[in-house]
């Protein structure tokens, strides 16, 4: 069996395959970019960690002068603090016994800050951090529309803040406001104008919340489609992003977005016998998500891509033109955080060589 560590030195073309491939030097670029934006922007920047998955990238973004990162779920947050990651926010609610006690037992390993938007939840919170004689920061998650997780922006989140500020153990940092459902927005003339809109109800919320006494130190959100609108509001102390250090085929549909592909799969031809104007890959629905669509073809004009079952792929050719059999080729997934999620490691390249392998530490963590 081949060592992980004996492929380093190798040319891409030797991988076996399906592989999913990191060019580390797009990651670079798109690590760079992103920090000088919010640089030039006037905000920090918090990248969430649940698209990458790795402490190894998220040690290059906080170098880069990240001020911490997010991550969705305390399963990611743990291996994060194991890889030494010391500052986290947790963006989703901590609900359930088993998980509380988790984020007390994190806590007092790594700071963290989680999100609230429950009185209910809220009191948990507050008396697991009061047995443990603690202190949690906060932010009260409010949804400028989203509809997801939150509170209601304006008077229902201020009211929430209030009561949840005063519970012992637990400190109010401000709050959190993503803007999920304007990501993908095209033109991107209608995110801007939409996006504005859901960046002044996150700053009414901050008014009347200052107006009932409280100070609010953050107001946390966007992602990649929407940061560069989002920080225009002088409330918005810092921006979320996630997609931009891979990218993917959908961000890649989105104006205004403009960061490069670092993330693709390695497939090979393994049948051509069924159809004269199709090839068969390696790489299906256990190798690729298709909640975003299907993947994108890299330097095969005119050919598309469609899943043929959990373990194939079918790569189809108008024009009837077939590849080798055993060729070798790339896709750019259309969703790079549920690709990601399925595979075990990153094989790490510059140039087209592989310089190390990296594991997708919290790969299936979904806890
Ligand atoms: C709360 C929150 N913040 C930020 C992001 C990052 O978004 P993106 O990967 O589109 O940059 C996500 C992604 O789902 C999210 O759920």
């Known amino acids: 069996m081949t060592m992980q560590s004996d492929l380093i030195g190798r040319s891409v073309q030797d991988l ?3 592989s999913l491939l ?5 990651v670079e670029r798109n690590i760079a970019k992103m920090a000088a934006d919010a640089r030039a922007w006037g905000v920090n920047v918090r990248p969430h960690a649940k698209t990458h998955k790795t402490p190894a990238v998220a040690h290059m973004q906080l170098a880069a002068g990240a001020i911490g990162i997010t991550c969705a779920k305390l399963g990611e947050a743990e291996v994060m603090a194991d890889g030494g990651i010391g500052e986290i926010l947790i963006s989703q609610e901590i609900v359930g016994e088993l998980k509380v006690h988790r984020l007390i037992a994190l806590s007092q390993r790594c700071h963290v800050t989680t999100v609230i938007d429950d009185l209910e939840g809220a009191e948990a919170l507050s008396q697991a951090a009061g047995a443990a004689g603690i202190t949690l920061d906060f932010l009260v998650d409010v949804t400028p529309g989203f509809g997801r997780t939150g509170m209601p922006a304006g008077e229902p989140a201020a009211r929430l803040a209030e009561q949840v500020a005063r519970l012992p153990g637990l400190h109010f940092m ?7 459902h ?9 995110r801007e104008t939409r996006v504005a809109e859901a960046m002044e109800m996150l700053a009414d919320t901050k008014a009347r919340m200052e107006k009932a006494g409280l100070q609010l130190q953050i107001v946390s959100t966007a992602g990649t489609g929407t940061c560069r609108f989002a920080a225009r509001n002088p ?3 810092e921006i979320q992003p996630g997609s931009y250090v891979v990218m993917d085929s959908r961000y890649a549909g989105t104006e205004a977005v403009e960061f490069d592909h670092s993330l693709s799969i390695l497939t090979s031809v393994v049948s051509r016998a069924a159809r004269s104007d199709a090839v068969i890959v390696d790489a299906g629905l256990k190798t690729l998500s298709t909640d975003h669509g299907p993947a994108a073809t890299r330097g095969l004009p ?7 079952g959990d373990e194939h792929g079918r790569i189809m050719y108008p024009d009837g033109h077939q590849l080798p059999l055993g060729q070798k080729l790339e896709l750019i997934p259309s969703h790079c955080d549920t690709t990601i999620n399925l595979h075990d490691r990153y094989y790490v390249v510059r140039e087209g060589m592989v310089v190390d392998v990296w594991n997708i530490d919290a790969r299936g963590r979904i806890q």
């Open 16 to 18: 076996d395959t399906p």
């Open 22 to 26: 990191l060019d580390l030097d797009v």
């Open 174 to 180: 401000g709050i959190q406001g993503y803007e999920g």
């Open 182 to 190: 304007l990501q993908f927005v095209n033109p991107a003339s209608e």
């Open 235 to 237: 409330v918005v102390t």
């Open 302 to 308: 005119g050919a598309t891509y469609e899943p043929a």
